[in-house]
């Protein structure tokens, strides 16, 4: 039978008064010589059944598990509450470690676990052209006409569709402007799986020149056309050419997964024109490789069944078509891991260094409840005295353990909650899914996962080492000094586990630290410093090759006249732009080899003034001129890995070389090397020297070029100076893309330094709470050793000789913790290379930076204590003892 309820709450509280005369009178009838329980059983008698209901023992009236729980956090509320200082620091050192988690899981959930948005997305797949010469095994785009084979002969797909990202000029609904958009085959929307929401998607036999149709995304419709009702079949002028709208695409589609988001969509009929007949399209250039390749796989057919089967169709048309595809085969990658890329192994790596700091509160926590535990015994003694079980003793140290996670929780999620958006902000802006960053279910899960995990670790260890022993032989004692040493030990490794992650996180901090310095100091070959790039599309129903040509000869002296400028010219690609093209070509004489077999090398087109304008210096030779037109004779500029790769013996001015490029001419020219210039990082700062070779855009421009304009003052007022001087020239064309190129050498580098962010932040998170605990735990060991200190000091020790004494224990664990953190780091070091690329293996440098680091912390964390036991008095201490 349950006492009732007037009686329950008149012992919701324990009388501290009467829980210390009991506690005295038990002490004495066991001096006196009585049994533990024969001592509790007459203290009970002298004062009264009224004890008889207190926590000890209620479990004695029945009550149900799930009201043993209820009461157990009652009594974990009230014991917490007792003990504010405790609470609070518990609750913060705690939820700082949860808060950290949940915030870097939110956006590994949305960037790295989250499933695509599409139907069945775990069985799309990217498929990819691998090109194996050399050795090597390089990823690649692929052309038009093998993809069409492939979806003639592989049978592991129920459809396979292509794409490329692509930029339109829009003009008829206002002023002209860029709208980044895609050139896709007819099969996409079936194969992701997405009908549009109004209208319809594109037919096979759109594909075909003179089917001008487009499908708009939801943004675009709302945003351009007014969300109008009668938008699917309107007209919309894109590059010059009158399309049809047949589709709208539902909100949120995004596809290809790109920064910035396709708005238009168009069929492959945009690449297959030519400009004049006779022409071959690219659509038909199987040596054409730029489009991308997305897959659906049949029910039931894996990525293993469907790799094997791409390789075999990859070597059917490598013996098909030898002069294209020698020595290409095909891999097969789920689609989520494409989109994913790079991102994936540095927040997967953040997450463990998180991990780290949540180890690092859970051992501080850790501490805590130990010493609180050791703190309690006397109050544990007295309960098992009036009839208490260990089990039940554990059980509330458990439920306080519980509570505190449950605190500590809320303030994690709080944290995360506030600091998502700033990490989202520091993120870099391509990364697919930061806009999805939430705290959701999902994060919910973890975050809870996470507490009940802290919970057990810093409730489970400390319980039970509270609780071990006799407990009633503490009874007639103050302190429990026969487990000092046992639990100093206990403690003391708890510092050794923590000292050790901090040097992890130290160590992975100070590597990407010093791999950004080097790659933010990397030279990329030429001066970023004062320019500002911007691209215009010229449509080519207006604009065909040669006026194209004439429009940039007519723009490049007007920008270069423009006020505060000192040059101004064209390439494609840019450097750092991410891009990077690939032309093989022949070499003369005897070096002259079958068409699949040829050297491949970088290319780009450049104006004249483009290596003055970049401040690239020319080893030899000279740069492109005027007279460098299309009438003029094919020339062509190396950079040195080529010179030294492909002319190692000889002077390479006037040597040869036959690209595969043709744009004006009736068959592929020859072109005389007519300088030299030197190395540039072309895609990024991380990459080696690669043999590269530029030709005058007037005879060889293939893509939209970028403007490059250097400037002696401020830049920002370029770009408004260049939309007047280009609008002066051609009102309906777009200006996009305008950066400095001091901002896109940045980007080149954004993953690495919001890793480097990050890294800094935990482990200066790390250090902090490891400072706390040594603090913590050499604050405690000082206390129990206060009456040795005071015994040292009366018989003559100075205060140095206490100090040493003292700071000995933390010298102790702190070097424990450092050799074993070392070991650690030290094996763990090809996995942060792996995880960022950028960063080198752990060397002495390193370990001395991070020893030296948290000796100084632990120096500082020690000096309160051991200034308590240097004040130590001798005779105070004596007389209390």
């Given amino acids: 039978m ?30 006196r010589g009585e049994s533990p329980e024969a001592a509790a059983s007459s203290a009970r008698r002298e004062f009264g059944n009224e004890l008889l209901v207190k926590d000890t023992v209620r479990d004695m009236w029945g009550w149900t598990p799930i009201e043993q729980f209820g009461h157990d956090l009652g009594h974990a509320r ?3 509450w007792k003990a504010p200082a405790f609470t609070l620091a518990a609750t913060l050192t705690l939820g700082l470690g949860i808060g950290v988690n949940a915030a870097m899981f939110s956006i590994v959930r949305a960037v790295v676990l989250r499933p695509l948005p599409f139907p069945a997305p775990d069985r799309l797949v990217q498929i990819d052209e691998v090109d194996q010469r050399g050795g090597g095994d390089r990823r ?38 860029h709208v980044p958009g895609a050139v896709v085959s007819a099969s996409l929307f079936e194969t992701l799986g997405v009908n549009p929401a109004i209208g319809r998607g594109f037919a096979p036999g759109e594909e075909r020149v003179g089917s001008d149709v487009a499908v708009v995304s939801d943004a675009f419709w709302r945003d351009q056309l007014g969300a109008r009702a009668d938008a699917v079949g309107a007209a919309l002028t894109i590059d010059g050419r009158r399309f049809t709208i047949v589709g709208v695409m539902p909100a949120g589609f995004v596809f290809p997964i790109a920064s910035p988001a396709p708005l238009v969509w168009v069929t492959s009929a945009q690449d297959a024109r030519v400009e004049s007949a006779g022409d071959t399209p690219i659509t038909e250039e199987r040596g054409a490789h730029y489009i991308q390749v997305v897959g659906r796989l049949r029910q039931g057919r894996s990525i293993t069944e469907a790799q094997a089967e791409m390789a075999s169709v990859a070597a059917v048309l490598a013996s098909d078509y030898p002069d294209d595809n020698l020595n290409r085969s095909a891999a097969v990658l789920p689609q989520l891991e494409v989109v994913v890329g790079e991102a994936r192994r540095p927040l997967l790596f953040l997450l463990a260094a998180v991990a780290c700091v949540l180890l ?56 995360a909650w506030s600091s998502k958006r700033l990490l989202v902000q520091l993120a870099p802006a391509d990364v697919r899914g930061l806009d999805q960053v939430t705290i959701d279910g999902s994060v919910l899960a973890y975050t809870a996962a996470a507490a009940a995990v802290c919970a057990l670790v810093v409730g489970v260890i400390p319980a039970f080492r509270a609780t071990r ?13 026969a487990g ?28 990407v630290i010093g791999g950004l310095d080097r790659l933010s100091h990397t030279n990329p070959g030429f001066d970023v410093s004062q320019v500002t790039t911007l691209r215009v599309s010229l449509p080519d129903s207006r604009y065909p090759f040669r006026e194209q040509i004439a429009f940039y000869d007519r723009l490049l002296p007007d920008l270069a006249r423009l006020p505060g400028v000192s040059g101004a010219a064209l390439v494609g690609p840019l450097p750092l732009s991410g891009s990077r093209f690939g032309i093989s070509f022949d070499l003369p004489g005897d070096r002259a080899v079958e068409t699949a077999k040829r050297p491949s090398a970088g290319f780009a087109f450049v104006s004249p003034g483009y290596f003055r304008a970049m401040r690239i210096p020319l080893i030899q030779g000279r740069e492109f001129s005027a007279s460098d037109n299309d009438g003029g004779p094919r020339v ?4 040195e890995s080529f010179a030294r790769r492909f002319f190692p013996n000889a002077d390479p001015i006037g040597q040869r070389i036959k690209p595969g490029l043709s744009t004006t001419e009736p068959e592929t020219p020859w072109r005389e090397i007519v300088g030299v210039a030197a190395d540039v990082k072309q895609v990024s700062l991380r990459e080696e020297p690669a043999p590269m070779y530029f030709v005058p855009y007037a005879q060889g421009m293939i893509t939209t070029p970028h403007l490059v304009i250097r400037s002696g003052g401020a830049v920002e007022t370029v770009p408004e100076s260049a939309r007047r001087v280009i609008a002066a020239a051609d009102p309906e064309l777009a200006v996009y893309d305008v950066r400095t190129l001091e901002a896109r050498l940045a980007d080149t580098f954004a993953t690495q330094r919001f890793a480097t962010w990050l890294l800094t932040l935990f482990a200066g998170l790390g250090l902090l709470l490891t400072a706390i605990g040594v603090y913590g735990v050499l604050a405690y060991s000082v206390s129990q050793r206060v009456h040795e200190f005071g015994v040292r000091a009366a018989l003559g020790a100075s205060s140095g000789q206490i100090a040493s004494a003292a700071m000995t224990t933390a010298a102790r664990m702190v070097v424990a913790g450092l050799i074993a953190g070392i070991v650690i780091a030290t094996a763990l070091g090809q996995v942060m290379q792996g995880a960022l690329e950028f960063v080198d293996r752990p060397g002495l440098e390193t370990f001395v930076t991070v020893a030296a680091i948290l000796l100084v912390v632990a120096g500082v964390s020690t000096l309160a204590p051991i200034r308590r036991a240097v004040r130590t008095d001798p005779m105070q201490t004596l007389r209390s003892n």
């Fill in 140 to 177: 690649g785009a692929v052309s038009w006409p093998n993809f069409r084979d492939w979806q003639q002969r592989a049978a592991s797909f129920e459809s396979l569709a292509a794409h490329h990202v692509s930029n339109f000029t829009i003009t008829g609904i206002g002023p002209a402007q």
């Fill in 636 to 639: 062509v500029v190396v950079n």
């Fill in 484 to 511: 000092t040493r046992s639990q100093s030990r206990w403690l003391s490794g708890l510092i050794v586990v923590e000292t050790a992650a901090g040097v992890v996180l130290l160590v992975a901090a100070t590597l």
């Fill in 2 to 31: 349950r006492p009732p309820l007037w009686r329950r709450r008149q012992d919701e509280e324990l009388d501290e008064e009467l829980q210390s005369h009991l506690r005295l009178a038990i002490a004495d009838r066991i001096e």
């Fill in 360 to 415: 690092i509160a859970c051992v501080n926590l850790a501490n805590l409840m130990t010493a609180r535990g050791i703190a309690r015994q006397p109050e544990l003694a007295l309960r098992v005295a009036l009839g208490g079980s260990r089990l039940r003793m554990i059980r509330l140290l458990m439920a306080e353990a519980a509570a505190l996670a449950v605190l500590a929780a809320t303030v994690g999620l709080a944290l």
């Fill in 469 to 481: 022993g006799d407990l009633r032989s503490n009874l007639g004692t103050s302190r429990t000094a």
């Fill in 78 to 80: 009230r014991a917490l």
